[in-house]
């Protein structure tokens, strides 16, 4: 029997181009404060690997969980969904 398992994904944007088949990613999302109860936004970076060099600072990436390629890099680049201006 073979499971359907879900591969976490995220969108973000890229703020660093810097690195060879290195990009890192900008994760935006909301998250209820225990205490107030109000919604706070939350940033959280992701080192993700691009195998073509194919992204540049500004670009919106898609984002899929994958085994560690490196320390920090466990995430690889599904597609650009937007270009920088």
Same mark, same amino acid.
Do not use: Q
């Given at each position: 029997?073979?499971? $359907?398992?879900?591969?976490?994904?995220?969108?973000?944007? #890229?703020?660093? $181009?810097?690195? +060879?088949?290195?990009?890192?990613?900008s #994760?935006?999302?909301?998250?209820?404060? &225990?205490?107030?109860?109000?919604? /706070?936004?939350? &940033?959280?970076?992701?080192? /993700?690997? +691009?195998?073509?060099? +194919?992204?540049?600072?500004? $670009?919106? /990436?898609?984002?899929i969980?994958?085994?560690?390629?490196?320390?920090?890099?466990?995430?690889?680049?599904?597609?650009?969904?937007? &270009?920088?201006?």
């Open positions: 029997m073979s499971e $359907d398992k879900k591969i976490k994904s995220f969108i973000g944007l #890229v703020v660093s $181009d810097k690195m +060879d088949k290195t990009i890192v990613v #994760v935006e999302y909301n998250k209820m404060h &225990r205490l107030y109860k109000k919604y /706070v936004k939350r &940033r959280k970076k992701f080192k /993700v690997h +691009d195998e073509k060099n +194919d992204c540049k600072k500004g $670009d919106m /990436v898609k984002i969980g994958t085994n560690p390629i490196s320390k920090e890099k466990k995430w690889k680049l599904a597609e650009i969904i937007s &270009r920088a201006k």
